[in-house]
């Protein structure tokens, strides 16, 4: 018969879907230092974050969508990444996998997540933004909300709210504020038909506020005044 223990052992191992190694050397060969198994609801794995892990290898352990979940290991210690941070060490996809970390020994997290079908995870981890990602700027967390086909505006992410900031992708948005796809540029309106773009982490409500007005017309004859006396 058995026992309690025994049986949520059964239990989690039949519901895991990714079996993952941790190696102490680089090719897998020694004995592991840990195998985790991952479902759906294991979350962020942090128990490990002590381990010199110099390999890793993942296991597909149950059928199914193999190629829309992915294993993901960071060097940070809550399963973040954000495109340029360095802390996406590694992510693994598909039945059998395994990486070196041999640049890379120091291991802090990893998770179970899904992917879209080019590997991609939605919420963080690549160079360019969409709806919902979260990213630290500017003193503080915000979350990205699209308001037109690539254009974004930063919402604070304590006041992100899931039925308020829906994504957009009409071609019709205010410019003034709105960030490009990359997250790279805030456009500042300086005229009525006039916009300049201030890289993200200089903006200041501000100094770049809304300017209205237009370019003033110069008469010919103020023209080649100009002209001569340059």
Known sequence: MFSLSTFAALLAFAS??????????????????????????????????GYKVLGIATNQTALGNAQNTAVRFYRSNDCFATCGSGHLI??????????????????????????????????HGYCGIRHGDAQYFRGQTWRWQQIGRNAFREIPIKEWDDAVHVRQTSREYDWHGSVDAKGEIKWQQIMDNGWSGVKLEEWDDEVNARRSGTVPVIEPSEKNDLESAS
Request: charged fraction near 20%; aromatic fraction near 6%; glycine fraction near 8%.
């Open 16 to 49: 895991a879907q990714v079996e993952v190694t941790l190696c102490s050397d680089t090719l897998c060969k020694e004995p592991p230092l840990a195998v985790v198994h991952l479902n759906s609801t294991s979350g962020c794995q942090t128990d490990f974050s």
């Open 90 to 123: 590694a992510q693994t996809q598909g039945g059998r996998s395994f990486q070196s970390l041999r640049r890379h020994p120091v291991l802090q997290s990893f998770e179970l997540v899904d992917v879209d079908g080019d590997g991609t995870y939605a919420p």
